[in-house]
T-cell receptor, first 119, second 114 residues
Framework: GAVVSQHPSRVICKSGTSVKIECRSL??????MFWYRQFPKQSLMLMAT?????????EQGVEKDKFLINHASLTLSTLTVTSAHPEDSSFYIC???????????????FGPGTRLTVL | DAKTTQPNSMESNEEEPVHLPCNHS???????IHWYRQLPSQGPEYVIH???SNVNNRMASLAIAEDRKSSTLILHRATLRDAAVYYC???????????????FGKGTLLTVNP
């Protein structure tokens, strides 16, 4: 099956600093990548959708200047949380999909997630 | 996005079948029914998907009502490793991109007793 990795798996940072999270598709070309956020005991919330080589589309209520998304290649997307604050502490999960998927439909393959803690 | 309704939680015994229901009365003709599951502190994992016909794979079976307003995920023999939150999600078919956004609800927390 398709494998998606995320790095780092955990990060702790001080308030006001920026944190970059990488999402890689290891064995397929991901034309579309998605970024989700999940707070404790809540469901995943889609933050943005990014297509390779173009600007990300953000969901309503998600600040695009705070959550910078770059999808420069077919195997890598990055999410940068700028000027992080304690309320940004969350579980960030990426997913990737490619054209002509295994199952004849563009499935999303999820990464293992990144736990961000802002002190 | 078309919404789904699932029970908050279900309980099963190990090695017994589990039937996880999902109601989606506002499903459109092009919506696929997807099931994902999420183990604690992990990203979601694809389980199965279907459109109109029942589907089987190595993980589970998906039974879709004739009117497509409900579906049931069937785990034939639950194991302790199947304990997870199961999400039933509707998403449009097509060539991907924004057509394929997944909107996660609260899902069903499945507990498997040894």
């Amino acid at each position: 099956g398709a494998v998606v990795s995320q790095h780092p798996s955990r990060v702790i940072c001080k308030s006001g600093t920026s944190v970059k999270i990488e999402c890689r598709s290891l064995d397929f070309q991901a034309t579309t990548m998605f970024w989700y956020r999940q707070f404790p005991k809540q469901s995943l919330m889609l933050m943005a959708t990014s297509n390779e080589g173009s600007k990300a589309t953000y969901e309503q209520g998600v600040e695009k200047d705070k959550f910078l998304i770059n999808h420069a290649s077919l195997t890598l997307s990055t999410l940068t949380v700028t000027s992080a604050h304690p309320e940004d502490s969350s579980f960030y999960i990426c997913s990737a999909s490619g054209t002509g998927g295994w199952r004849g439909l563009n499935e999303q393959f999820f990464g293992p997630g990144t736990r961000l803690t802002v002190l | 996005d078309a919404k789904t309704t699932q029970p908050n939680s279900m309980e099963s015994n190990e090695e017994e079948p589990v039937h996880l229901p999902c109601n989606h009365s506002t499903i459109s003709g092009t919506d696929y029914i997807h099931w994902y599951r999420q183990l604690p502190s992990q990203g979601p994992e694809y389980v199965i998907h279907g459109l109109t016909s029942n589907v089987n794979n190595r993980m589970a079976s998906l039974a879709i009502a004739e009117d497509r307003k409900s579906s049931t995920l069937i785990l034939h023999r639950a194991t302790l490793r199947d304990a997870a939150v199961y999400y039933c999600i509707l998403s449009g078919g097509g060539s991907g991109g924004s057509n394929y956004k997944l909107t996660f609800g609260k899902g069903t927390l499945l507990t498997v007793n040894p």
